[in-house]
């Protein structure tokens, strides 16, 4: 369970499973993302999240060390105060550190919101996402800070989302060390 | 280049050529050739049996791998048994294979376990501390009840001691074990031989 601020996302990974042979890849493994809304059903924009977080899992999780097998990734959301998709992407990160599936770099979520007089707010509440320009979400990956997966609304000129991009980069270094000190409170214990 | 898949303590052997690893904490089981695992029997299909290993797959098991099995002297096998063997064929591209007899032919402690007892389901963390040599936790509870054990490296448990109220005691203690740190462990049984 990952809480920046008032943002909360419950996540769970079950995997590598035994998979359906209509949905089983030869090759490798096949993810499967399941968003749940606090309250309601799951709509549309549940559905093209789950895309996003699908792709950039895809691209991390070693598969083909599993072939013909399923992963599950389930996402519930338990409250939603601003910057839900990078609470999630933290979230499926997690889950996936946790359970020990192979990847083959870690991930984190960060969201840039770009206010009308130019300012760039990182982690911005709903308030603060209302009010905004655009807002800016990015995966940036551990290994050189690569980005996996960048998602805007709004419009931004492209030297804003370069000065957006830098600030998500910066901001990773912190929540790459959050993970650290989680896995090692973790192991500490073994 | 090296890669570094999962997360875990990295562990170091100085002994022969020296060999490095990550000790990584799983709940679920990747079948990997030589393990011994307990499987459950779900199906019987002509020669072989399917078991549930707890992996992606179900393992397959031929009539003909216990000892001293023949076309004719077939092993006595029903769907809900509990098998203890390891795996011949374990990779990721083929359906994993399972016997009960070792390459001499002997069955070495493998095959069916008996009637009642008790069996679940723990960490692989908690089975490679389990199976470590001299471990503490099963010395200190043999000290405690007489009980049999089988330890399967799917992360399954199979106890039996001898009343209902025993086994699920050692179960318990077992189970908790993962979270408990030595002194705590060592509290919960002397207040238990106590009682």
Redesign the interface.
């Known amino acids: 369970s990952l809480s920046p601020g008032d943002t909360s996302v419950l996540a769970g990974l079950y995997g590598p499973a035994e998979a359906k042979v209509s949905k089983e890849l030869p090759d490798r493994a096949a993810l499967e993302v399941l968003l749940r809304p606090k309250v309601g059903l799951p709509g549309v924009l549940e559905r093209s999240r789950e895309q996003l977080l699908r792709q950039t899992c895809e691209a991390v999780i070693l598969g083909v060390l599993h072939p013909r097998t399923a992963i599950s990734l389930v996402l519930q959301v338990l409250s939603d105060a601003g910057s839900l998709l990078s609470c999630c992407l933290n979230a499926a990160c997690m889950a996936l550190l946790d359970a020990g599936l192979p990847l083959a770099t870690l991930f984190c979520g960060v969201t840039c919101a770009l206010q009308p007089d130019g300012t760039i707010l990182l982690d911005p509440t709903a308030q603060q996402e209302q009010e905004a320009r655009a807002i800016l979400t990015f995966a940036i990956a551990s290994s050189e800070r690569k980005v996996l997966m960048a998602s805007t609304k709004g419009s931004c000129s492209v030297e804003e989302m370069q000065q957006c991009l830098v600030a998500a980069q910066r901001a990773a270094t912190t929540i790459f060390q959050f993970y650290r000190d989680s896995v090692r409170r973790r192991y500490s214990k073994c | 280049g090296l890669?570094v898949?999962?997360?875990?303590?990295l562990r170091h052997r100085p002994g022969g050529g020296g060999a490095y690893w990550v000790?990584?904490?799983?709940?679920?089981y990747?079948p990997v050739k030589g393990d011994h695992v307990i499987g459950i029997v779900t199906a019987k299909a002509g020669d072989v049996f399917r078991l549930d290993v707890g992996?992606?797959?179900p393992a397959s098991l031929s009539y003909l791998a216990f000892e001293g099995a023949t076309k004719r002297n077939r092993p006595n096998v029903q769907v809900g048994d509990l098998i203890y063997g390891q795996f011949v064929v374990a990779n990721?591209?083929m359906e994993p294979e399972m016997v009960c007899i070792d390459s001499s032919g002997k069955s070495s402690g493998m095959g069916i376990i008996g009637q009642d007892g008790f069996l679940f389901k723990v960490s692989l963390?908690l089975i490679r501390k389990l199976l470590a040599p001299k471990c503490e936790i099963i010395q200190e509870l043999s000290q405690l009840y007489p009980f049999e054990l089988v330890i399967g490296m799917n992360g399954r448990i199979w106890v039996k001691a001898k009343t209902v109220q025993q086994t699920l005691i050692i179960v318990n203690i077992l189970e908790a074990c993962e979270?408990m740190?030595a002194e705590q462990r060592k509290q919960a049984l002397a207040k238990l031989s106590g009682n």
């Open positions: 890669l898949t999962t997360c875990g303590l000790d990584s904490q799983q709940k679920r990747v992996g992606s797959e990721k591209d963390g979270y740190t």
